[in-house]
């Protein structure tokens, strides 16, 4: 017999709405308006669009790391627009936030396991007993091998970095993930290699994921529900089969069309598997 | 007939002092000819955009660079730099990545462009003005007259990197080196730089030799491509032949890990294991560079 | 490069590489590099010279002996203490210059120390935080970075006695605005940076993004700067010294010694040069240190460390 808030949503997003005020008599910047969503655990939804579309600061609105003009933002039934810093920082171990650039998301000087283990000094009741033992499970978790454990940031490729921030992420145990980019910054081969660690571990975890992206080759792959962005609104928003086979607004319709797949024989697919 | 660049056992090494020299191309070939569109493939690490600033000497110490470069039948490695600035602009253009980075901030763009028309082509000032506005037109520029006199920061990426291929068209060169024009554009504006660059060398029947991590916009742009990886070139050919067909574990990877070609996220589950794609994954020791 | 072909599958395997990194490479180049080999060895031979030797000659060094006044230098027969010649009241030049050392070293280390942490505290606060903080604490640099440092000190050692511990404080609070601008200005661009975004996904506040995300990365240039000021100190105190105001006898610097000698500029040259000499000796071991060090651990600058090799084509 399942509770109601086990049934409750993980996010619910209404009316989320950011203003950056112009500088020196320029008029505001609406770079959010009026976004409505809801993520169930378990599920991925997608927002695409361009640069400029309002996107990434929709991410961090979600997340309070930019104070959203108006609107809210309940987690598991709890609104999180209201609270005061300390109540912001205890909420803020259920959601995690994995950056899109390596190289430049995780502190040049630390150690892999300074990076991952950095999380519970925050918040120490969080701290495992035996946090070395913790960290190499979590590397394990994400493919990076444990004597990495000492590597600094410096010293790890982009995929590797990228493995090391999902870890860092994982390790305070959290229900939502917001993805800002996750794998633009990688390698083809690479990315590769980094959704499918997402997307086990969505399935391992029932993490629900806000999968921030430009690439609707990418997109079409992970997620459940598809919202397209243009001009900080959802112009389009619906299951993604639906959003890819039959889309409704002329933006998605040219959107999807200047996206470049591998041509003809795209349908067919590429290589022999 | 000699091909216009004729790249032979091409190899570039960075020295260091914390160990041996690291080894960013190792013995590349290939050709370029006239009216061609050669793509150079590979991901980050391969030695592509070195191997593109070796052909026209760009690549200083401490990197060292060896092997053969033929550019109409003259040998560009090795080149003193009175030379080489006579072949560069006019005989092998370029155009990088980063068109904010590659004009200068404090002159107007027109400016620059009638700098370069004036001083490599020799046009008189009311001349250079003139042919520097008509170029602006040509690569899609609107209101190329009034737009003369706006600085780069204030066109948008597209539009910036459409001056900066102006810039290289201006001067009428035989070979065209892009290295990774349109990466940090959106998709959309993509497509259009594209089309533009396809235009250019239908009119003028120029070489062009674009690089670029996205086998997508190669599939656009090229007819012919070689696949490079950790520093060599892993497989070559008619683009379409190769795409269709390929003949390398990493070609073969490369393609399967394109979004495009899975039909579920579990389809590249398949690739994520593949030890073709294994690079240096090992915890590098790499200082710097 | 090995490669592993299994019939139709060519894998490319990449050489491991042993590459030295970090503090070993640093140390690696140090020890290759004459000038910065020089610079640390005269400065080590000071500080060590200044923390040992003092209590055995200080005594000796204090004597005034008036039939040795201006004693030229280089004549062994008076004894070691003596080979660099007497001042004006017969006290030993050698030893008078160790005694100074002492004085010196601890002046300028003490300083700067005092000044770098008071800076570099303050400096990230009113970076990261910005607002009115730091327009505050930046009104307040400014107001001290108008004030004439030679003119304040004169103010507070006229007022105050001069001692070694005045003239610590007052050197240190001229040259805080240094550092403070510094690291303020490193803490502004940093809080901008992803990772600080990071941190604070996880929770961290600002004490915890400050002292563990911001210090690490500000602090080599503060180390930087302060060993370029040990430099500036060393002869701002020099300069105080030498206009009376800085120490009086029994304590000695190097500056003192400067002043003593200035009457015998012609007739005593060496009252006046060895302790002149010491110092431009210090300023610049301490200055070319701190420039090689700084390029030493900067990857972009690695190019000059590489030995060129000798003339020859590479051909594949």
């Not at chain 1, 690479?190 to 629900?208: C, D, F, K, P, S």
């Not at chain 2, 391969?46 to 070796?54: C, I, Q, R, W």
Request: aromatic residues 6%; hydrophobic residues 45%.
């Amino acid at each position: 017999m399942s509770t109601a808030s086990d049934q409750a949503p993980v996010l619910e997003v209404a009316g989320l709405r950011k203003v950056f005020a112009g500088k020196r008599g320029a008029p505001d910047t609406v770079a959010v308006a009026d976004v409505d969503f809801t993520l169930h655990a378990g599920e991925c939804l997608a927002v695409v669009g361009e640069s400029g579309s309002g996107k990434s600061t929709l991410a961090r609105s979600v997340l309070r790391l930019i104070e959203p003009t108006d609107g809210r933002i309940r987690y598991r039934g709890v609104d999180v627009t209201g609270l005061n810093p300390a109540e912001l920082r205890r909420q803020r171990r259920h959601m995690q936030m994995i950056f899109q650039d390596p190289y430049a998301s995780l502190h040049p000087r630390q150690t892999v396991y300074r990076l991952v283990s950095e999380p519970w000094r925050v918040h120490r009741d969080l701290m495992p007993p035996d946090p070395r033992a913790r960290v190499r499970e979590l590397l394990d978790q994400v493919g990076m091998p444990s004597h990495a454990i000492d590597a600094h940031a410096g010293q790890l490729s982009g995929g590797q970095r990228q493995r090391v921030s999902i870890a860092r992420a994982l390790s305070l145990r959290p229900d939502l993930l917001v993805l800002d980019e996750p794998v633009s910054a990688l390698d083809v081969s690479i990315q590769a290699q980094v959704i499918t660690l997402l997307m086990e571990l969505r399935e391992e975890l029932g993490l629900a994921y806000l999968f921030i992206s430009h690439d609707l080759a990418l997109v079409r792959l992970v997620a459940d529900h598809v919202g397209v962005m243009y001009g900080g609104r959802f112009v389009e928003y619906g299951p993604a089969e639906r959003v890819f086979g039959n889309p409704q607004d002329a933006y998605t319709r040219s959107l999807l069309a200047a996206s470049p797949g591998l041509g003809e024989s795209s349908a067919s697919g590429g290589g022999p598997r | 007939m000699t091909a216009l660049l004729e790249v032979r056992r091409l190899t570039v090494e960075f020295l260091t002092d914390s160990g041996s020299p690291i080894q960013a191309v190792r013995g590349v070939d290939f050709a370029v000819d006239a009216g061609q569109t050669l793509a150079i493939l590979g991901e980050s690490g391969s030695g592509k955009s070195v191997t593109s600033k070796a052909l026209m000497g760009l690549v200083d110490f401490p990197g060292v660079v060896g092997g053969s470069a033929r550019f109409e039948g003259r040998e560009m490695i090795g080149l003193g730099e009175r030379d080489l600035q006579r072949v560069r602009g006019r005989g092998i253009g370029m155009v990088f990545q980063d068109s904010l980075d590659s004009l200068n901030p404090v002159y107007s763009v027109g400016s620059q462009l009638v700098e370069a028309l004036r001083v490599r082509m020799g046009l008189p000032h009311q001349a250079a003005r003139a042919r520097a506005v008509e170029l602006m037109s040509e690569v899609g520029i609107v209101d190329a007259e009034r737009r003369f006199s706006s600085y780069p920061h204030q066109f948008s990426g597209g539009m910036r990197q459409r001056i900066c291929i102006a810039l290289a068209i201006a001067l009428q060169p035989r070979l065209l080196i892009a290295d990774e024009p349109t990466t940090a554009l959106d998709v959309t504006v993509q497509a259009g730089i594209i089309r533009l660059l396809k235009r250019i060398q239908a009119e003028t029947d120029m070489g062009m030799i674009f690089v670029t991590h996205d086998l997508a916009v190669a599939r656009m742009i090229a007819s012919h491509v070689v696949v490079m990886f950790e520093g060599l070139v892993v497989e070559r050919g008619r683009i379409d032949d190769v795409f269709a067909d390929p003949d390398h574990p990493y070609t073969r990877g490369l393609l399967a890990s394109h979004p495009g070609a899975a039909r579920t996220w579990r389809d590249l589950r398949a690739v994520a294991g593949d030890p073709a794609l294994e690079r240096e994954e090992v915890i590098a020791d790499v200082d710097g560079i | 490069m090995a490669i592993d072909s299994t019939g139709a599958r060519a894998v490319l395997l990449p050489e491991p590489t042993r590459r030295r990194t970090g503090a070993a490479l640093t140390f690696a180049r140090f020890r290759r590099s004459p000038g910065a080999l020089l610079s640390v060895g005269w400065l080590a031979l000071l500080t060590l010279v200044a923390i040992i030797v003092p209590p055995f000659i200080e005594t000796e060094a204090n004597r005034q002996d008036l039939g040795l006044r201006l004693l030229p230098p280089f004549q062994p027969e008076h004894g070691l203490a003596y080979i660099l010649g007497a001042d004006s009241l017969g006290r030993p030049e050698l030893l008078q210059l160790i005694m100074g050392t002492r004085t010196s070293l601890l002046v300028a280390v003490l300083s700067v120390a005092i000044a770098a942490c008071i800076g570099f505290g303050i400096g990230l606060v009113s970076g990261y935080f910005g607002g009115w903080v730091d327009e505050v604490l930046m009104r307040i640099a400014d107001v001290m970075h108008t004030i004439p440092s030679l003119l304040l000190a004169l103010a507070v050692l006229y007022v105050l006695e001069p001692s070694i511990f005045n003239l610590v404080i007052v050197l240190a609070i001229t040259r805080i605005p240094v550092y403070l601008r510094t690291a303020r200005a490193q803490a502004l661009e940093l809080r901008e940076r992803v990772f600080v975004e990071s941190s604070r996904s996880i929770g961290a506040g600002d004490w915890r993004i400050i002292t563990t995300d911001l210090a690490p990365m500000v602090l080599p240039t503060i180390r930087t700067v302060a060993m370029l000021e040990v430099a500036s100190i060393l002869l701002a105190a020099a300069g105080l010294s030498f206009l009376g105001i800085g120490l009086q006898r029994p304590d000695v610097d190097w500056g003192m010694m400067v002043a003593d000698g200035r009457a015998y500029l012609t007739s005593a040259w060496w009252v006046t040069v060895w302790p002149g000499l010491i110092i431009v000796l210090t300023a610049l071991a301490a200055n070319l240190f701190s420039n090689w060090l700084r390029a030493a651990e900067d990857p972009a600058q690695s190019a000059q460390f590489i030995r060129p090799p000798r003339r020859r084509k590479v051909r594949a």
